[in-house]
């Protein structure tokens, strides 16, 4: 159980409805997706802005990172504004803006330093450390943007995952877009 003053861990991804949140190659060329759903509710561009703001830091892998990073020199902006963002990777990789830290040490010891200092810690990507944080009991939430589309082989949303690991619905929303989000709290 998460004592009162420790931060939340919530798992973040898009994905395609067969589970994978990128190609075999890493790329995610299918997440923009054409479909339409009238019953849908529209995702307000404010409401968005508001939730951000709620977001504290990031987390993520050393794919997602430079996913992020070829979006920005493509156009299409930094998805986390001026927010802490970690890195998870014993790489040396390009450091982007003063708010991104690279971490190689155990992710045990990285969470544990995030939950003391920030309240709403965002695990963006990707599927292997997903999938680890998983295996060890990690995460508190999993957040799951379901996209409408089948790509048939990829990476996985939880790369590796060796054991069952029970959820509890939490929410559930469709968009306009065709996709559907679901909130599960990671039972313990």
Not at 36 to 64: H, K, N, P, Q
Not at 165 to 187: F, I
């Amino acid at each position: 159980m998460m004592a009162e003053n420790e931060g939340r861990i919530t798992i973040h991804m898009a994905a395609s409805l067969d589970g994978y949140i990128a190609r075999e190659d890493g790329s995610v060329d299918w997440m923009e997706t054409e479909d339409e759903y009238a019953a849908g509710e529209e995702l307000d561009a404010d409401y968005v802005s508001r939730f951000l703001e709620g977001i504290d830091c990031y987390l993520m892998g050393s794919g997602t990172y430079l996913t992020a990073l070829d979006f920005e020199k493509r156009g299409l902006g930094w998805a986390y504004g001026d927010k802490p963002v970690l890195v998870l990777t014993s790489r040396a990789l390009e450091r982007s803006r003063e708010s991104v830290t690279f971490h190689g040490e155990d992710l045990r010891g990285v969470l544990r330093q995030l939950r003391s200092r920030y309240a709403n810690i965002w695990v963006a990507g990707g599927g292997q450390l997903a999938g680890n944080m998983m295996r060890l009991g990690l995460a508190d939430e999993i957040r799951y943007s379901i996209l409408p589309v089948l790509i048939g082989k990829g990476i996985s949303f939880f790369e590796g995952l060796d054991k069952d690991v029970a959820l509890h619905l939490l929410e559930s929303r469709a968009y306009l877009s065709g996709m559907v989000a679901l909130r599960y709290a990671v039972e313990r």
